[in-house]
């Protein structure tokens, strides 16, 4: 069986280097699902709006905490 993986080395690449990129921006950043559910945040986030040290996952209630009910609700509509 023959598998080219040079694509996916590529795309593993591109995905890591994102992701050290995205974890140093010093600017919040709180990325949501289709769902507008809370999928991902970056360092600077998580130790602005997380009760520990030990995140492991964005919580709605972390994000209505970190923006506020009613610009929740704001954002919402507009997205």
Known sequence: IYTNITEQRAN???AKILGEAFSQINDWLLI???HLMPF???NS???TFSDSEEFTNISPKLFIKSIGKENCKEFAKIL
């Open 12 to 14: 593993e690449e591109q």
């Open 32 to 34: 949501l699902d289709d």
């Open 40 to 42: 991902s945040a970056n």
């Open 45 to 47: 986030f998580i130790r």
